[in-house]
């Protein structure tokens, strides 16, 4: 049974550097083929393709976020983490993680993260 | 804004059909195949069709969805109330390298 999780502040200030976690179970992030991307959806908004790390530590940015966003898998603890630089109100969101390279089969329960001073 | 367009709300009545559009371009569904998700309120979206038509395993047949050129569809046949759920259409888009998705649509079941 495939299980993901996500963790990280509720609250953080503009500027500041968020670091969310990705706490799996049920796969292997180093099978072949397996890919975890992270999504975000601002309230009541569209979702937001953010990043994705695939088996072999290949690392994908949405093109908008590039420079923002870094991905990042530590298998022997089976995460996924993602660290997001220079907060805005803009970025307030529910942050998904979840598995697939094309399509995401499994995805955690989501973490809101609210930006504001 | 985004790559792709659905309309931004539809609705129907128990036993009734509704279809939900997606409309992309070239880039993403003129070349890639098409996913939809189902997202029940207050939770997180789950896989609900992937490569234009395939159904996961517990996704009811009521369920189908069919693509043409740049643009995709995803039919419901024989509402129920539990079907009342955001519903999100997705696309690789070769031009971002990256999965882009549709605004989503609000079904409603009256």
């Given amino acids: 049974q495939v299980t993901l ?106 973490t809101l993260v609210t930006v504001s001073s | 804004q985004s790559l792709l367009t659905q309309p931004p709300s539809a609705s129907g009545t128990p036993g009734q059909s509704v279809t939900i559009s997606c409309s992309g371009g070239s880039s993403n569904i003129g070349s890639n195949t098409v996913h939809w998700y189902q997202q029940l309120p207050g939770t997180a979206p789950k896989l609900l069709i992937n490569r234009n038509n395939q159904r996961p395993s517990g996704v009811p047949d009521r369920f189908s969805a069919s693509k043409a050129g740049t643009s995709a569809s995803l039919a419901i046949s024989g509402l129920q109330s539990e079907d009342e759920a955001d519903y999100h259409c997705a696309a690789w888009d070769d031009s971002l390298n990256g999965p882009v998705f549709g605004g989503g649509t609000k079904l409603t079941v009256l």
């Avoid at chain 1, 695939?54 to 870094?70: E, F, G, I, P, Q």
């Fill in chain 1, 5 to 110: 999780r996500e963790s990280g502040p509720a609250l953080v200030k503009p500027t500041q550097t968020l670091t969310l976690t990705c706490t799996f179970s049920g796969f292997s992030l180093t099978t072949s083929a397996m890919c975890v991307s992270w999504i975000r959806q601002p309230p009541g908004k569209a979702l937001e393709w953010l990043a994705r790390i695939d088996w072999d530590d290949d690392k994908y940015y949405t093109t908008s976020l590039k420079t923002r966003l870094t991905i990042s898998m530590d298998t022997s603890k089976s995460q996924v983490g993602l660290t997001m630089t220079d907060l805005d109100p803009v970025d307030t969101a529910t942050y998904f993680c979840a598995t697939g390279c094309d399509h995401f089969d499994y995805w955690g329960q989501g």
